[in-house]
């Protein structure tokens, strides 16, 4: 039997930084990860001159540990911030893209919103604060900003963050720095603007908001975390048990491993196979939670001509009835994503709202690109893309709904219920890239 301080179970973005941490504070940390590539949803690739990603392509520097972790990493790997230009959001409606406000005078003249929300706007400071705590995103943004605010800024967000339905999505929960903006301030502006106003440390300022990736794609991020950190891969059928003397037993194939503490990463639906010791009843909870299923669709042109567009990427209402959430420009973001005067896109489709697009062949998904191609980016019917890659995501983006305080608590008891173990990943604390990173600091810490 092998022995260990700590298995950690899941070499995605969460698994790896937290062991990465532990490893840096000198605890003697094992890392099991049932495919044969570590990375998790994270995977880098390489074609005909074009660098994409097919899973997750940006992060925020939400979080100091975000900062924090790229300068422990000076060595193997850079952040690379995006581009100015890219500040830029476009939102569909009707024929177009149309750039979201970003001032007083585009905030006047923009089509996106009716003439008497514009002026309702006006009146969000004052306006009376909500009292169900389980209120929806979509519910609060009518109530606060008016109806087409809701369709064309806080729908389609919603979408390009969650691929999710923002009237099932609980504030709360999915989005708790805005829920917050009003349960502690009354309102968003007067909370935005109380918050800019608050005294901040300089590790408080390394929460930069920035949009990052990581120089030549994340799959260097992912690399650089593994180097010093002992990974078996390819661990097929992985058991927890505790063996009633304080000690945690965890098994794959012939292999049996005795350790302090065991901390999963892996996604709801799999806690049931990985903790049989753990009664059906009290897991529910955790495991209804529900993941949408998301198609990412990298397309590569390589003479773009004047048809590149200096943005993050579109985002599509929902009202619009397209099939595509939102397109991604990822090489008007960072560096290298293309060939010299080429441009790459991420497609996204599925999502919460079409499950059932993940039911579709290659050749439908190809052919939904490519009507986009022409008919949203605009180019000639003559030109096609020159790469066309589609990654398929079973279960990509949790939804935190309003049964979300159910399945925190049921984390917390049995958390409780049985020491050593840590239930984490993204069935709690945050779904982006900088949550994964600042939850990964936060056990370690605990441990």
Known sequence: MQETDIVIIGAGLTGLSTAFNLKKAGRDVLVLEKQQRIGGQIC?????????????????????????????LANECQMETARESSKRRLIWKGKHFHALPSGLISAVTTPLFSLKDKFRILGEPWRKQGTDPDESIGSLAQRR?????????????????????????????????????????????????????????????????????AVGGLQHL???????????????????????????????????????????TVGAYALPDLLPFIPQEQLEPITRLFYAPI????????????????????????????????????????????????????????????????????????????DAFHEMLKYPSDIEPDMIRIFRHEHAIPQYYADSGERLRAVADLQQRYPGLVLAGNLRDGIGMGNRIHQAAEIAATI
Not at 44 to 72: K, R
Not at 172 to 189: D, H, I, Q, T, W
Request: with cysteine; charged share 25%; hydrophobic share 40%.
């Open 44 to 72: 880098t690739y390489i074609d005909e001159g074009f660098t994409f990603e097919s899973g997750p392509n940006t992060g925020v520097v939400s979080f100091p540990e975000v900062t924090e972790l790229f300068q422990a």
């Open 145 to 213: 900003l008016g109806r087409s605010f809701f369709e064309y800024a806080v729908d389609p967000f919603i979408s390009g963050v969650y691929a999710g339905d923002p009237m099932k999505l609980c504030t709360r929960y999915a989005l708790p720095k805005l829920y917050n903006l009003e349960a502690n301030y009354g309102s968003f502006v007067r909370g935005a603007m109380a918050k800019v106003k608050e005294p901040k440390t300089d590790r408080d300022r390394m929460a930069t908001k920035k949009v990052f990736s």
């Open 295 to 370: 198609i990412q669709v990298c397309v590569g042109v390589r003479d773009a001509g004047a048809l590149r567009l200096p943005a993050f990427g579109g985002l599509v209402p929902s009202k619009e009835g397209k099939q595509v959430l939102g397109i991604l420009f990822p090489s008007e973001c960072f560096e290298g994503r293309a060939p010299e005067g080429g441009a790459l896109y991420s497609y996204f489709m599925g999502g919460a709202r079409h499950a059932d697009y993940l039911q579709k062949s290659d050749d439908e998904i190809r052919q939904m690109v490519i």
């Open 222 to 264: 992912v690399q650089a975390l593994a180097k010093n950190v002992e990974i078996v891969t390819g661990a097929q059928d992985i058991r927890v048990r505790p063996d009633g003397e304080g000690m945690w037993k965890v098994s794959y194939a012939d292999t049996v491993i005795s350790c302090h503490h065991v901390v999963t």
